[in-house]
Structure formats: structure tokens, C-alpha cells
């Protein structure tokens, strides 16, 4: 079992940068695949971006040049770089780990873009 703690969140205006942060209470070495998800008001939970043991990464067409995912096993830690906020980027955003048929998600934190 690992939980996930995401950090980094908050109020940025449109055209901003925030680095979201999902610290992991074990090792992420073994773990395959680890991304952020994000739930707009009403909207369902989509993926924004993922990376896998081996550096491979996948992103949502609506964030390609603007974000960036990455993993640092040493800290446990995956991250999400963003810049040129827009409003709609605006959402929850929940960090997610999956091995070994096993998901785990953490509670999730607030990113609000304005205008």
C-alpha cells in the first residue's frame, strides 16, 4: 500500500506557472506508472499526465508545451510543472500511482486559474 500526498496548489492568474508535488509514504522505484489526474466542477476525473518506470510520459492534448511531469525516486516524489495557466486548468488535482494491478489515489489539491 503507499498514500499519496499532493502539495502545491492555489490561486494563480491566467498566464502563471505552479509546481504540484505528490509525495509517496514508500519507494517509487518499483512503481510503474505514476500521474495526475485532475476533476473540473461537473466534469469527469481525466488524466493530465503520467510517467512510467522507464521515463516514458503521456500527456493530455490540452496541456502538451505547457506542462511537465517528472519522478524523483530518491525523494519518493513526483511532480507537475505548469506554466501558462489558463482558467480552464482550473480543477482538483489528484496524484496516482498503479502497479501490479494495484491504484492508489491521494486526496487531491485545489488549482484555481482567473482571468
Known amino acids: 500500500q503507499v498514500q499519496l500526498v499532493e502539495s502545491g496548489g492555489g490561486l494563480v492568474q491566467a498566464g502563471g506557472s505552479l509546481r504540484l508535488s505528490c509525495t509517496a509514504s514508500?519507494?517509487?522505484?518499483?512503481?510503474?506508472?505514476m500521474g495526475w489526474y485532475r476533476q473540473a466542477p461537473g466534469k469527469q476525473r481525466e488524466l493530465v499526465a503520467g510517467?512510467?518506470?522507464?521515463?516514458?510520459?503521456d500527456y493530455a492534448d490540452s496541456v502538451k508545451g505547457r506542462f511537465t511531469v517528472s519522478r524523483d525516486n530518491a525523494k519518493n516524489t513526483v511532480n507537475l510543472q505548469m506554466y501558462s495557466l489558463k482558467p480552464e486548468d482550473t480543477g482538483t488535482y489528484y496524484c496516482?500511482?498503479?502497479?501490479?494491478?494495484?491504484?492508489?489515489w491521494g486526496k487531491g489539491t485545489l488549482v484555481t486559474v482567473s482571468s
Open positions: 496516482y500511482s498503479g502497479t501490479d494491478g494495484m491504484s492508489y
Open positions: 510517467i512510467r518506470i522507464g521515463g516514458t510520459t
Open positions: 514508500r519507494s517509487i522505484f518499483s512503481i510503474n506508472y
